[in-house]
Structures are given as C-alpha cells and as structure tokens.
C-alpha cells in the first residue's frame, strides 16, 4: 500500500483494474472513490468496452468528489486507429470542501500508482470533460 500527502493508501485493486485496462484493454473505464472509514482509494465502478463515452459521466455523481480513467478511442486523420488513456479528476463545485480539499491533496500520488496515464483533465462540471473536450485533448 502506497500512501499520498494526505495520508490515503491506493487499494491493489485500483493497480490490477488500470492495468487490465491499460494492457488487456477488457475495460472502457474505471471510477475511483476515496473510502473515508479505511482511508484508502477504491475502485467504484468499472466499464465494461461496450459502454460509452456517456454511460460514464453518468456514473459519476453530481455532488461528490471522484477520480477516473478513459480509455479513449480514435482514429487520426490518415486513418490510424490510436488510444488514449485520461486521468479525471472529478469535483464538482457542489461537493463539499473537505472532500474536495482531501482529493486535491491525494491526487498527485495515485495518478502516480496509474502508470501510463497520458491526458489529465481536472473537471468541476460536465462541459469541462465534454466529449468534444476529450477529442480536442487527445490530438
């Protein structure tokens, strides 16, 4: 278990889900919470390849605070099918400010735990990681 600034441990399950995400490809998504009564970063939910871009912001709460990866496909302009992998750091301005301040402080070191992540986005609504956002970001 790895500790952050704020004193947060990433659970092992955390680094098994990114990384079947980031080498089997078996997932869309992965959203992160912070378990306050074990002090440790958890896996949420997991997305499975037929899920979209929108099934997961909707999997991410209005009023609360999350981290999440997207594996994002594309295609470039010579026709070349490519990947990206964003690291989101979801807070929206609703959330309260302990946990806003608690995510901001372990985010740094369990993007670390995340190796391989290549886009960050921090968003506080949903028109700061809109889809068009993500394309924009990934070229």
Sequence with gaps: ??????????????????LELKAKRNHRYIVF??????????VEKVGTQVETYEDFANSLPDNDCRYAVFDYDFTTDENCRKSKIFFIAWSPDIAKVRTKMLYASSKDRFKRELDGIQVELQ???PSEMSWDTLKARAY
């Design 33 to 42: 919470k912070i378990d306050d009564t074990v002090q440790q970063v958890m």
């Design 123 to 125: 968003a506080t609504d």
């Design 1 to 18: 278990m790895a500790n952050s600034a704020s004193g947060i441990a990433v659970s092992d399950e955390c680094k098994l889900k990114f």
